[in-house]
């Protein structure tokens, strides 16, 4: 029951009878202080806010409303839950402005963002950039804050400031972290077998098979919830076809029906054999302790699969390295898939000013490193972040990070979100895995009359 | 809706209005207080309203909506009609369509030839009376009071490759390591066919204990001598069944035969827990949900599989009304 | 259709001279029903026992020995913050329960007991908007809550959806059509004298509902209740899709938020799965008949 009533108090009283409260004098002093130190009141303002401040007498009650933001969070996971509000903790003693966080599960925050944004957003909230969070801006839904980046542009170098921006030139967008998908394996488990990193397709395979002999699965693989096959899709892509043409298939410019994708599709036919024989009824959790409990030797995925190490000497004994070259005119980008997360301003925000103050704090090098001081699992994409602190886990994504030329998001980041959905690549990657010998050209129209049928945007 | 409300006779009397009942409740019409016909018309007015504003409106919404295209941002202008264009595609461009629509077939036909029948046949054997009857019905019955996604999440650890109760059985009983082992073990919620039968397994587990109950109600409304009558007439008891008893319960095979139905169209809970109908669990309740919930949603796409569902299940409600209210009609 | 059927089963059944003894048939009754419980009964073996004794490379499942104890249902009544849900499910069910039981009265009174020129189309709306399947409507229906303003307590956020009080009105919406039904089957069979009496007393006609006609209904009200209890309590959907904030959810849609520990231990889900389970198996166990007669009242009407 405290949890409602707080919850019930943060959304609304705070906001909107703040000021009443303030005019009662019972905070009025701290909110002052507070509301000198920020920018000056949003024109925005709550309406009853406004009201009630121009009703008291105490001119301190008006600075309050824009003393004080809400914050849409998909953080729910405990340890990056901390982290966050660590961060917005810092937030608060820097600026004064009170800040709530309204967090949800991050699955079904993606899957109402829709509705959030359209009806009842917070003045901030947590996304992703590349063609998601373009596809919220160009819809009219979330603010420019190009401004803010005059600000915190010196501290991001251009890859992020254009991850950052949308179709419109402008920038929505401030990124926190972002994090690898590269091959995870056990060291100590390596050392014992005298395994070696491959660094080409062909010492893959090699070592699939000597895995293999030694009773292993050598790939863990796991794709019951739909999306984890999209990394395997990316990189193969990535690696066969390049970079350019990876990102000009993901905006619709490039068929599937292209000879170039059915190769990609006979590749990762070829290479099944030596991924976990039955995916689809297991999810990454469950794929991540085979790798733990040694059942496999490696598996492709984000590096927050370190997560399920139940203790840090677990942790630390796991390492990793980029998905090895196929030996074609792409390698040397060495492309990845390496989403970033990070802010974003609603249209509808309350408190303007506060929301933008923020993002400017969220873009600071401080942020970054309050943030990675309790989740120690990804790597910040602020240039003046502090990385003297980096585990050894952190470091090797950087350097992974820092090598690769070319950066993708993520399959379901990187193109319209209709066709990412569960109706649509989810599903046709699993038909593909149910089925690896079937007729690809057939597959693959059928995937591109489904784009097709999309209504434009 | 107040403007001709008078105390009526009860139908178990009359069995409905009769010409002469009509004749007599307009004179007691005059005689209920105006504020009385308020207060019938309150009565009904406002739980009606509530029913028909969140139902029969969405409903007609559905069908207005399949015909356009929008993408659920911004106001009701950005809706444009595009005609039949998302039943086209629904049909010819959309690989989960078929499936879906398939299993959702499958679905209906193990619970009317399998599930429905067992329970059928359980009612009728603990319809005898044996001893401990309470405890075996109270046993089929108990799946029933779960939900569907508890029923999931019962699967789950029944069906689990490794961790799960058949495969531990099989190891247990073969005493081979095989049946758990990554690679070796049956995946009997990741195979796709496979999957979608043990789900209808699962829920017919629930299914079976509704149908019998329903027809142990139904079958101790069924007058004794008529059985002891077809006994004496020298009918053996799958005679007597088929011939006095079934016929005698068809009011309840119309409630079996749709709640079969409707309960099929509506199954939702046990595969979206299992993995949101992905990977051969389609069904059309979650491709429609599906293209709500998410980060575009296709609104108009949506309504049309909701006006599909709705056709499918149109028929049977239909035919329910008319079974239990047609006498009344008359 | 009578009030409260006896419990099923209750009948003799008079063969007569032709009584046999029923091995066969207990035999088969056995297996079935052993069959019928062994997925609740592993349940409650797997949640008693801890993962350390069966997950990895420990005995396994299916084996005898180790500890047996309660520690899998604390972790996960603390885990999944089960108390909280289990609040928000008691926000829903109990304004849900009322709502339905008064206003599905009030409209079968008025269609058994009054003649309305339109009581059989109504009844047939309601009846029918009952077996809809949910997919049907909702579409427009999320557009609607997104839409649709609602003032504080009753709403945190200004509109019906990611409210409390939206997933009362949907469960108010539909449940009403099943309840009307039953219960204007019901005051139908109370002799109509009942009311001509009230009338010449001179009772209004809410009295006559409130004292006269409802007490009668007190049966069929609790089996009603106890049922509709039941699937409020057990309904995913609903929340599902009118919710967004994990703290609302009621305890069966917040199942489906269950994350982290829960995937990869099949002891800890038994245990989470069966202490949500337990309210309605109490139920059905403590208020067996009238769970019984509440399904049966709506179908065995001809």
Known sequence: MADLVQRSVSRRTLLKGGAAVAALGGVSAFLAACGSSSSTPAPSAASAASAAASAAPSSAAAPSAAGSITFGSNYSDPVPQKAFADTMAAFTAKTGIQCTINTVEHNKFQDTINAYLQATPDDCFTWFAGYRMRFFAAQGLATDISDVWQTIGANFSDAFKTASTGNDGKQYFVPLYNYPWVVIYRKSFWQQKGYQIPKTIADFTALGDQMKKDGLIPLAFADKDGWPAMGTFDILNMRLNGYDFHVGLMAGKEKWTDPKVVAVFQEWAKLLPYFDPQPLGLTWQEAAQKLINKQAGMYFLGTFAGQQASDQATHDDLDFFPWPLHGTQYDSEMAIDAPIDGFMVSAKAKNLDGAKAAMEFLGSAEAANTYLATDPNDVAANKNADTSKYNAFQKSSATIIAGANKIAQFLDRDTRPDFAGANGMQGFLQTFLKNPTQDLNKFLSGIQSFYDSLPPQ | ?330 | MTATPAPVGSRQVVTGKRQRPHYFTHAFLIVVSLIWFLPLGWAVYTSLRPYGDTGGNARGYFSIGGAYNFNNFVNAWNQADLPLHFLQTILVVVPALILILAFASMVAVALSRYSFRFNLALLMLFTAGNLLPQQVVIVPLFRLYLALPMFAPLSDNGIWYDQLFGIVMIHLAFQLGFCTFVLSNYFKQIPKEINEAAFVDGASVWRTYRSVLLPLARPALAALATLEFTWIYNDFFWGILLLRTGDKFPVTSALNNLSGQFFTDNNLLAAGSLIVALPTLIVYFALQKHFVAGLTLGSTKG
């Open chain 2, 1 to 330: 809706m107040s403007s001709s409300s008078v105390p009526s006779a009860p139908p178990a009397a009359a069995g409905g209005a009769s010409p002469s009942t009509g004749r007599k409740r307009r004179k007691r019409f005059s005689l209920l207080t105006r504020r009385d016909k308020l207060t019938l018309g309150l009565m009904v007015g406002i739980p009606a309203f509530i029913h028909i504003f969140l139902i029969w409106m969405p409903m007609l919404g559905s069908i207005v909506l399949s015909f356009t295209s929008w993408n659920g941002i911004g106001g009701l202008d950005k809706i444009k009609f595009i005609g039949f264009k998302n039943y086209e595609n629904l049909f010819s461009n959309y690989p989960p369509f078929w499936p879906a629509f398939e299993n959702n077939l499958i679905w209906l036909a193990a619970f009317l030839l399998i599930a429905t029948p067992l329970g059928m046949l359980m009612a009728v054997i603990l319809d005898q009376n044996l001893k401990g009857t309470r405890i075996y019905q109270s046993v089929l019955y108990m799946p029933v009071v779960l939900s569907l996604a508890i029923v999931g999440f019962i699967a789950q650890l029944m069906y689990s490759p490794n961790m799960g109760f058949i495969n531990n059985f099989l190891v247990a009983v073969t005493g081979d390591p095989k049946w758990t082992a990554s690679g070796t073990a049956i995946d009997w919620l990741g195979t796709p066919g496979l999957n979608f039968a043990m789900v209808l397994v699962a829920a017919g587990w629930r299914h079976v204990g509704y149908v019998m109950v329903l027809y142990l109600a139904g079958l101790k409304s069924v007058d004794n001598t008529l059985r002891e009558a077809a006994a004496i007439d020298g009918a053996n008891a799958r005679q007597t069944f088929f011939r006095v008893v079934f016929p005698v319960l068809a009011p309840i095979n119309v409630v079996v035969l749709v709640v079969t139905i409707i309960e099929s169209l509506r199954a939702f809970d046990i595969v979206y827990i299992i993995n949101k109908g992905l990977n051969g669990l389609g069904l059309l309740s979650v491709l429609i949900t599906n293209n709500i919930l998410g980060e575009a949603s296709l609104i108009g796409f949506g309504s049309a599989m909701a006006v599909i569902l709705l056709l499918i299940s149109i028929g049977p409600i239909i035919y329910y009304l008319a079974r239990t209210m047609g006498r009344e009609a008359e």
